[in-house]
């Protein structure tokens, strides 16, 4: 055998090509690709720091259900003029877009009445505020710091109704439409409406013969107005108890119309002018 015939030592150990390579396995001698650069994400930090601030923060409701939303609607009233801190605290607690349609539900924390059916409206809350704190004006509930027992002529939705809930001792509610009637029952009777008062006794009827049986009453408030008081309202009325209603003033409108019961007899005082449902008899 010549030397140019006699194989080279490395020819058995080299291995044979195999062509097309495979895509998973490169050829043997080849050089490895360098890993490729991690991909840029210039707001990895802001989606980072948005996941790490949801961690932090514990939810405090969303939307209408915000205690923040009812909040504002406080410092609204606060900056116009009203002072009373019972009545404050308890319409920062009571969510009022429960008690409308909740096609009007997003208007429910603006300064508006809002229609409830049956031809009758939620009052705004600067009135329904007003009202309230000039019930705690009454010589008992400054005394007692309670509005003690209270007879509500016209529950209409029940808004009123939960706040008086918070601020009385015990509450009997009139509503002369059965609809409306109904309606309030089934709203407060959930246990979010459940305050110091326990359950209010809401009963469908005449409002303008009030309830005799479980009176008298430190705190009388109607949310209808006619031509005058009617008398077993303030029959009704308990001494140091204070009324608060609507009702026909000289020029033909309405304003709301202040009754004390002092141990000397009745007082009277007019106030701001209102415009409330007219006041009916009867009931439907």
């Known amino acids: 055998m010549t030397a140019k015939d006699r194989p080279r030592p490395d020819a058995a150990a080299a291995p044979k090509a195999r062509f097309p390579a495979l895509l998973d396995r490169p050829a043997q001698g080849a050089s490895r690709p360098a890993p490729a650069p991690a991909l ?31 909040w504002r609607m406080v410092a609204r009233l606060r ?9 404050l605290q308890a319409m920062a607690a009571v969510p009022r877009h429960r008690f409308v349609d909740p096609a ?49 002529i ?58 005799a049986p479980l009176g008298p009453y430190d705190t009388i408030v109607a949310a209808a107005g006619g031509d005058a008081l009617p008398p077993a309202w303030i029959d009704q009325l308990a001494v140091g108890g204070r009324l608060v209603a609507p009702a026909v003033d000289a020029a033909g409108g309405q304003c709301l119309m202040i009754v004390d019961r002092g141990p000397a007899g009745l007082s009277w005082q007019r106030h701001e002018a209102v415009r409330f449902v007219p006041l009916k008899s009867g009931t439907e």
């Not at 900056?79 to 009545?87: D, Q």
């Not at 409406?193 to 006794?201: H, L, M, T, V």
Request: net charge positive.
């Open 154 to 211: 016209g529950t209409g939705c029940g808004y009123q109704t939960a706040l008086l809930l918070r601020l009385a001792r015990q509450v009997v509610s009139i509503e002369r439409v059965q609809a409306l009637h109904e309606r309030a029952r089934t709203r407060l009777a959930a246990p979010e409406f459940a305050a110091g008062a326990g359950s209010p006794r809401l009963l469908w009827r005449d409002g303008r013969d009030g309830h």
């Open 79 to 87: 900056a116009e003029g009203i002072g009373c801190e019972p009545v």
């Open 40 to 70: 840029a994400r210039p707001q990895r930090p802001l989606h980072e720091a948005a996941r790490d601030a949801a961690r932090r923060t514990p939810p405090a409701g969303l939307g209408l259900d915000s205690e923040a939303v009812r």
């Open 104 to 152: 009007l539900a997003n208007q429910a924390y603006e300064d508006t009445s809002l229609p409830i059916g049956q031809g009758q409206t939620i009052s705004k809350p600067s009135v329904v505020a007003r009202m309230l704190a000039l019930l705690f004006d009454g010589e008992q509930a400054r005394r007692s710091g309670s509005l003690g027992r209270v007879l509500e």
